[in-house]
């Protein structure tokens, strides 16, 4: 027998009188296949526990390496991990949190008071995890239990303008991922940075660079509206050109030099060999795109010779929330542009269709 609450959410029994109403969640049954199906609703496990109904969530470009690959499940995975929501419910050691709450949560939760936690590494948390695995629900869902909720939730006003919505919710994952991108890679005034990949995370990278006062951003991609907005972003050039060509490129560009700074938001491999050909002796390679790969080069012709540093991960996005709050809320930044298409929960899969096809840069999902 399945361990329900294992997958994520407790199976709805269907056809049982008396049950709790149920409520939409999103699942991943295999490559391309994503449902939206009835389960109980969202409540707490554990006193640390809240729960959020959800406002807004969307799809994450790293929502498309499972779409790409993952193996048939009977089980399905819970799926989404960036939402606004209102909190419904706490258990009974959550402080700083009420029902009625509007909040933002990271993408990973975190009790953000460990070791790892106090120096701002809240993806290291030894109590944290992930949203959208097994035993931990997604959030392309009406509601989520969120773990360690007092240091993984952070309050927003409540009469916030609707039209902020999107840019707020950035601040669950991609303006964030690449504003860790950008902090890792010592991004500041006088710096060249190139940023490699034109998805919402690349154009989210090119936005923190301009904010930290890069004085020259170069981004590689080759999807035009993309770029435009890419442009409007900061991106003082674009390169369209990929490999060797698209190296050559960017070295024109920086009279030969190469790039101060360069932030990879792809995640394969071709575009790390891109990272290390355009980065500058003494340069850092910083990485935000999740590697599709477990090997990559790192020796003379790479990185060694140049003396280059490579660094990235999972951003610990919750450390700087309460950072770019002001920026949002005060209209100095609008990195909510990055979403081109809203669809409702229970079309969600249409969403994952035209990201998957580049007809959408990122989706909004409406419960
Ligand atoms: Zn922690």
Redesign the pocket.
Same mark, same amino acid.
């Given at each position: 027998m399945i361990n329900l609450r294992e997958r994520g959410r407790d199976r709805l029994p269907t056809g049982e009188r008396g049950y709790p109403p149920p409520m939409r969640a999103t699942f991943m049954y295999g490559a391309g296949d994503v449902r939206v199906e009835d389960v109980a609703d969202a409540k707490p496990h554990e006193p640390t526990d809240a729960v959020v109904r959800v406002t807004l969530a969307c799809v994450c470009g790293s929502d498309l390496h499972p779409y790409h690959s993952l193996p048939t499940t009977d089980d399905g995975l819970p799926m989404g991990h960036e939402f606004l929501g209102v909190v419904e419910e706490v258990g009974s050691e959550v402080t700083g949190l009420a029902p009625g709450d509007f909040v933002v949560s990271p993408f990973a939760f975190?009790?953000?008071? /460990?070791a790892?936690?106090r120096d701002g590494l809240?993806t290291a /948390?030894?109590? =944290?995890g992930w949203y959208g695995v097994p035993g931990i629900g997604g959030t392309q869902a009406e509601a989520v239990r969120v773990p360690q909720a007092a =240091?993984t939730l952070v309050r927003l006003p409540p009469d916030v303008d609707e039209a902020l919505l999107p840019s707020l919710l950035t601040l669950s994952d991609v303006y964030l991922t690449g504003w860790h991108a950008a902090h890792l890679g010592r991004v500041a005034p006088g710096r060249t940075v190139t940023v490699i990949g034109d998805g919402a995370v690349g154009l989210s990278a090119v936005l923190a660079s301009r904010r930290m006062g890069a004085e020259r951003i170069i981004l590689m991609g080759r999807h035009p509206a993309r770029t435009d907005l890419g442009r409007e972003f900061g991106a003082t050039d674009v390169v369209a050109e990929r490999g060797e060509e698209g190296v050559a490129k960017v070295r024109d560009l920086t009279g030969g030099e190469g790039s101060h700074v360069v932030l990879e938001a792809v995640g394969h491999l071709p575009a790390y060999e891109q990272a290390y050909g355009v980065v500058r002796p003494g340069g850092v390679i910083s990485r935000v795109g999740v590697p599709q790969y477990q090997q990559a080069p790192v020796g003379t012709d790479s990185l060694f010779n140049k003396n280059v540093t490579l660094t990235g991960g999972p951003a610990p996005v919750r450390a700087y929330i309460e950072q770019a709050l002001p920026d949002v809320l005060e209209g100095r930044i609008n990195p909510g542009r990055v979403f081109d298409q809203a669809v409702p929960l229970d079309r969600v899969a249409d969403a994952y269709r035209a990201m998957d096809s580049r007809a959408a840069l990122k989706v909004l999902v409406r419960p």
């Open positions: 975190s009790d953000n008071t /460990c790892f936690c809240q /948390c030894v109590r =944290g =240091g």
